[in-house]
């Protein structure tokens, strides 16, 4: 085993989370931070283009490409959970969608999970921390972070269309959905500067940071697991080169490789189920039964119909490709810095509910639901889900071996409760496209193929189509309980100098997507760390 010269932090994963806390910890001089990334160094010019982004899916340099065990739920069905394998993580792959979730979802975490701290007046100013803002005026947004946040530079006239029939469907327009209140209809923002792709490695790694003295930057480098002395991280060793590698850590380990691979590492590194540690032949360092659990992710079904305008899976002639590459590269606009997803709104599925449970996102394209490529015929989607699943599932370790990927084990409608939201999501979208804007330009059902399915036929079609939602969380869950896995600091209870920052410490996944909320978890771990070693 080769030994590389010790820094005080080692962090795990250069993703949303881990590139974040690289830039805030290496702000102190006096600290030698090294980033571990397993993915290549990424933020090329096909990286950084919008429309691209699919193209990094399903491709092994850059994507996990987690597969579940066969579901149930889903007649049996494997699916693939991409994930992005690079410097930037998930924001390097993702849909750039900025969103925060409601004031209610972080005052649960604080009131019901025990995580005193992480109440909405606490986490906004984190929130705003990471913005860099240049959309209109607006108090509930900062100007001075390194994440460049604002309205997306294209927007197909359907988005705004899509606004118009949930108005006319009762919603309300939300005016500012950052300011803790998202129960309506609106526009969306996006991660992006000056329409490019802005994720965690261009935001907190600037040239100018990566040329800190004391930060150091290692990609290609497979971290197999921390080391544990005497119920103190002291290590880590990572696989670099075809070498083995250890580095050690003066100060601090920090666990930010994701909702799947955090879990996964502190296993291998003996911190886990005890039981299942010894099945797996791993030497048990501390039982701590819910590493692993609380695991839960967005079952997504995309409803679409065709339309008689033109949308983005069918601008693909070359003349337009050829038109729009110009315009993005002279003017940084046009169809290559579109966002998927451009708009959403919330459902209730019983009006007397004191939030929405139904989450619903807007997209002006299709897919052929047959090949799974994008459709000859012009039409939008809305991927609608469960705003906040109940179901939970597990990751466990497939073998000792570090090469083997996680067992995924989650039943995506295993949960009776978010099939009967998702049903009755589905029965309002139906009524919902018919009326407003959206209404004339529809053109036919594309999927399903027919109209007024019974919840025998939803379910049917549900369990066959259903996908995920891109949103995995709570594997290493944070609590005020004994049983949680980190404390409201993060620390890993049990284990010293060790502590998870990422997606996986969601106790519960706020009604949103999840990638503003894992910059924010990032900016309060680091604020926390600097306190801590004051
Ligand atoms: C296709 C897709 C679309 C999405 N769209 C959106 C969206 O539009 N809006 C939104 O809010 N959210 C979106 N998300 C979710 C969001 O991107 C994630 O919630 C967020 O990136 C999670 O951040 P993280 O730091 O927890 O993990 P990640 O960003 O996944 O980072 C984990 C990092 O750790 C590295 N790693 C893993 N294992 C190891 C190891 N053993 N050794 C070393 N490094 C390791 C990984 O390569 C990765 O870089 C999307 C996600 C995906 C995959």
Not at 29 to 50: I, K, Y
Not at 201 to 210: C, H, I, K, T
Not at 383 to 404: M, V, W, Y
Not at 434 to 444: N, P, V
């Amino acid at each position: 085993m080769t030994d590389r010269s010790a820094c005080d932090f080692v962090i795990i994963g250069g993703g949303t989370a881990g590139c974040t806390l690289a830039g805030r910890l290496s702000e102190n001089p006096s600290w030698h931070v090294t980033l571990l990334e397993a993915g290549g160094p990424g933020g090329t010019f096909m990286h950084n283009l919008p429309a691209a982004g699919y193209r990094m899916m399903g491709k092994p340099e850059t994507d996990w490409m987690y597969m579940t065990e066969p579901d149930a739920s889903l007649n049996g069905r494997r699916t693939m959970w991409t994930a992005g394998k690079m410097l930037g993580g998930g924001s390097a792959i993702n849909g750039m969608v900025y969103i925060r979730g409601s004031q209610a979802d972080y005052d649960e975490w604080d009131k019901e999970f025990g995580c005193s701290g992480w109440g909405w007046n606490d986490v906004d100013p984190y929130f705003k921390k990471s913005e860099n803002y240049y959309g209109p005026p607006s108090d509930s947004h900062g100007k001075n972070g390194p994440l460049s946040v604002g309205p997306p530079r294209e927007l197909h006239p359907l988005a705004n269309a899509f606004v118009d029939s949930c108005k006319a469907f009762g919603l309300r327009e939300v005016p500012d959905y950052c300011a803790g209140d998202i129960d309506g209809a609106f526009l969306n923002l996006a991660t992006q500067i000056r329409g490019q792709r802005c994720g965690s490695n261009r935001a907190f790694l600037s040239p100018a940071v990566r040329k800190r003295s004391n930060l150091r930057i290692i990609t290609e480098a497979f971290v197999e697991r921390i080391v544990i002395e005497e119920g103190r991280a002291v290590g880590v060793v990572y696989r670099h080169d075809d070498q083995i590698v250890r580095i050690d850590a003066r100060s601090e380990v920090i666990l930010s490789a994701g909702s799947v691979h955090s879990p996964a590492i502190l296993m291998r590194s003996g911190v886990g189920p005890a039981q299942h540690l010894a099945e797996m032949n791993v030497p048990v360092a501390l039982d701590a039964p819910q590493v692993g659990k609380n695991v839960h992710e967005h079952a997504s079904y995309a409803y679409s119909r065709f339309t008689t305008v033109p949308t983005y899976n069918v601008m693909t002639r070359p003349h337009q490709i050829a038109m729009n590459g110009l315009r993005y590269i002279l003017r940084g606009s046009g169809m290559m810095t579109m966002i998927p997803v451009q708009a959403m709104a919330y459902l209730r599925s019983r009006p007397d509910l004191a939030q929405p449970d139904i989450k619903l996102q807007f997209g002006a394209m299709c897919i052929n639901i047959e090949t799974r490529q994008p459709h000859e015929r012009a039409g939008f989607s809305i991927f609608i889900n469960a705003a906040k699943p109940k179901n939970r599932g597990e990751i466990r370790l497939r073998s000792p071996n570090a090469a083997d990927l996680p067992v995924i084990d989650y039943q995506m409608l295993g949960n009776a409760d978010d099939l009967a939201i998702i049903i009755s999501g589905l029965r309002q979208v139906e009524k919902l496209v018919e009326g407003g804007a959206l209404g004339k330009y529809i053109d036919g059902p594309n999927e399903p193929n027919k109209v007024g399915l019974t919840d025998a036929e939803w379910e049917t079609t549900l369990r066959a189509r259903t996908n995920l939602g891109f949103h995995v969380v709570g594997s290493c869950r944070m609590g005020g309980d004994e049983q949680s896995v980190v404390d409201p600091r993060l620390r890993v209870r049990g284990i010293d100098r060790l502590r998870v920052i990422d997606a996986s410490i969601m106790p519960k996944m706020p009604a949103a997507n999840t990638n503003a909320p894992t910059y924010m978890i990032a900016e309060k771990g680091a604020d926390m760390i600097k306190e801590d070693h004051r």
